[in-house]
């Protein structure tokens, strides 16, 4: 097996390693699940793949997806953009708000709500704020007796960001631009009107699943979606995890012996409540013999914006978390590692499994993500060089250390 040197050197002089995002988000756009874009996007990735010399399997599956027919936001006679959240519940809604600004567990147990439309600002920047994820807050704003929930974004831009639900929702859920919420919280002794009208519909999806065997029936599998929202070219979500996955696949095809079953797995629809994670874990992961298999599951999403912070989180076996955190540190990789719970990507159906899990992605989302403005530009090669490489030394070193954990 090659050395880490050489490994990751060879992701540090890669010149190819943008080009997948700048295809994906400039000659594709948007790839919603279901969409001509996915399409392209999972052709591109398959003659890719097969390029590398992997043997390529397609996993086709079907699943719903919501449909927004009418969504809007009054205050008083002025009407408001808005997004609805794919899978909220329906509903047409006159009430006055309350706000809920980075709740922590206090907060949100002493939160009153009922019949209220909930305001929510996540002001910290941090993808689920403060250990909560979007779900979570939801959840709780629904046992409290709320009406519905609004998100606002966290930065000025007038931005809109357009999200999904891993779960269909109670109450009707919509997202407005910061300068909409900060709108609402001004005139918050107001009532403000919403009606949210969606339906569901059922679609095909693929999953692209490539494989490098060996004679050791322990595998690693290594996950990146490349589907998008409907709207958004997702340069950083997730064209930077495909990119960081295609170049780890190309350099480990030209491994000279590995002693794991590698699986890069493409997956589809995780914009739709993780539908293709779903769809891959009930077709080969469904028995405990098949989930006794995986040394570790790899996830890459959202993994490069300039200068931001990159965070890397391996849960489900604390000696495994160990050994990598000792690994990362000597080698000076620079990563806020932790074994804390994983919410919010397509590695959710792995680590409620219990499998160990790697997830590599940035605690700080920007304003754009999920939106039209995700374009490559607002990137840059050596931050994805330097996620890449992190990603790449996490691999090289599970492959070294998997003789020490049978």
Not at 13 to 20: D, G, V
Not at 81 to 92: A, C, I, L, M, V
Not at 262 to 290: H, M, P, Q, R, Y
């Amino acid at each position: 097996m090659k050395s880490l040197e050489e490994f990751i050197g060879k992701i540090w002089s890669s010149s190819s390693i943008f080009e997948p995002i700048e295809y994906l988000a400039d000659t594709i756009g948007p790839r919603p699940a279901g969409s001509g874009g996915c399409e392209q996007a999972k052709d591109f990735i398959v003659n890719t793949m097969t390029n590398f010399s992997f043997d390529v399997q397609l996993q086709h599956f079907n699943h719903k997806r919501w449909k927004n027919e009418n969504t809007t936001l009054k205050l008083g006679i002025k009407e408001i953009p808005s997004f609805p959240y794919d899978f909220s519940e329906n509903g047409n809604i006159t009430a006055k708000i309350v706000h809920l600004q980075n709740p922590n567990e206090n907060t949100l147990e002493e939160l009153d709500c009922s019949e209220l439309i909930v305001l929510y600002e996540n002001s910290m920047n941090f993808m689920g704020a403060r250990g909560f994820s979007r779900e979570k807050i939801i959840e709780t704003v629904e046992q409290k007796g709320a009406l519905a929930f609004i998100e606002m974004n966290n930065q000025p831009g007038g931005i809109i960001q357009k999200c999904a639900l891993q779960e269909k929702s109670k109450i009707p859920i919509i997202s407005v631009s910061y300068e909409a919420g900060s709108l609402i919280l001004r005139k918050k002794d107001k009532q403000i009107s919403l009606n949210v009208s969606g339906s569901f519909e059922e679609i095909e999806s693929t999953n692209i699943i490539s494989s490098l065997k060996a004679t050791n029936k322990k595998e690693i599998l290594v996950l990146a979606h490349y589907d998008s929202t409907k709207h958004s070219p997702g340069a950083f979500d997730n064209g930077t995890g495909i990119a960081t996955t295609l170049e780890l696949a190309r350099d480990i095809s030209q491994f000279n012996q590995y002693q794991l079953s590698i699986k890069f797995v493409f997956l589809s629809a995780s914009k739709v409540n993780n539908s293709g994670a779903t769809a891959f874990i009930n077709k080969f992961l469904s028995t405990i013999d098949e989930q006794s298999s995986i040394f570790l599951v790899m996830n890459y999403d959202t993994t490069a914006i300039p200068h931001g912070t990159r965070n890397g989180v391996l849960a489900n076996n604390l000696q495994l978390f160990g050994n990598m955190k000792s690994f990362l540190d000597k080698n000076g990789y620079n990563i806020n590692f932790t074994p804390m719970p994983i919410f919010g990507t397509d590695a959710v159906p792995f680590y409620n499994l219990k499998l160990p899990i790697f997830v590599l992605n940035q605690w700080k989302t920007p304003s754009y993500i999920n939106t039209i403005y995700d374009t490559p530009e607002k990137l840059s090669i050596d931050s994805l060089k330097n996620s890449t490489a992190i990603a790449g030394a996490v691999l090289w070193n599970s492959l070294s250390i998997a003789p020490m954990f049978e």
